[in-house]
């Protein structure tokens, strides 16, 4: 068994979340695969992280349900798990131009990512205080921090999730628990799949796309004993863009 704290990351079945949930299993955290519908997948990242000798445990719910989720983390603190590290990855985009945006993409994406943050960490914050350790990684996007065309409602979530991480790594830094956010550009995952990518990737001075694992790295560093004085920080990872 493993004396790593439990990492809970939030859309690990698929994309950066499955490669952040490898990364940590490596590093010696169990894992807590949440997923909200896709469980073959799940159960593909399970078997990955089992197959190099690492724990893990699915765990299914939706992290914009205002009530499943928070009980479902409580559930899981209820059985005397110590979860250290959490990782807000899940999000979804739902791009078009905001003269055609309608509700359900506005408060789907923001829900999502927004919604999603407060629903689980809440629940998390007082256990890591009693334990005056934790690691809270929220993975935002550079269309948070640069705004991106088509994309009115993922950016404001997503720059949403950064001026929350900045906030509350003020208030739980004295607690040594430390609070970051990593803004991914262009990543190899599906939610890249309509992208044009040959014309974006003339735009970046690295001239090519990032992958999860570069990703997953940073996160694994950041839920790391070595960035303990790391806070408050949006970290851009974007190959030069």
């Known amino acids: 068994m493993s004396t790593r704290p439990h990492a809970l990351v939030t859309g690990g079945s698929r994309g950066i979340g499955a490669a ?3 990364a940590l299993a490596d590093a010696g955290h169990p894992i807590l695969l949440n997923y909200r519908s896709n469980g073959a997948a799940a159960e593909e990242v399970k078997a990955a992280i089992e197959a ?11 992290v914009a349900d205002p009530e499943t989720a928070p009980a479902a983390v409580q559930a899981l603190l209820d059985e005397g798990l110590e979860i250290g590290v959490l990782v807000n990855n899940a999000g979804i985009a739902k791009d078009e131009s905001f003269p055609q945006m309608g509700w359900d993409a506005w408060q789907s994406v ?20 009693r334990k005056r350790w934790g ?18 409602n993922y950016s404001a979530a997503k720059a949403g999730l950064i001026g929350a991480t900045k906030a509350l790594a003020i208030e739980l830094a004295k607690r040594k628990i430390t609070v970051n956010a990593i803004a991914p550009g262009l990543v190899e995952t599906d939610m890249i799949e309509t992208a044009p990518v040959e014309m974006i990737v003339k735009m970046i001075p690295a001239r090519r796309i990032g992958k999860p694992e570069e990703v997953a790295s940073l996160a694994a ?8 004085y790391v806070t408050g920080q949006c970290i851009v990872m974007s190959g030069g863009l």
């Open 20 to 22: 952040i949930c490898v």
């Open 52 to 62: 190099r000798g690492g724990e893990v445990r699915l765990c299914k719910f939706d």
């Open 110 to 129: 923001t829900r999502t990512t927004l919604d999603g943050f407060y629903n689980v960490t809440r629940p998390l914050v007082m256990p890591m205080c």
């Open 135 to 152: 690691r809270i990684i929220n993975i935002a996007s550079v269309s948070g921090v640069n705004g991106n065309k088509g994309q009115v």
């Open 221 to 228: 560093w950041l839920a790391s004993d070595g960035a303990a």
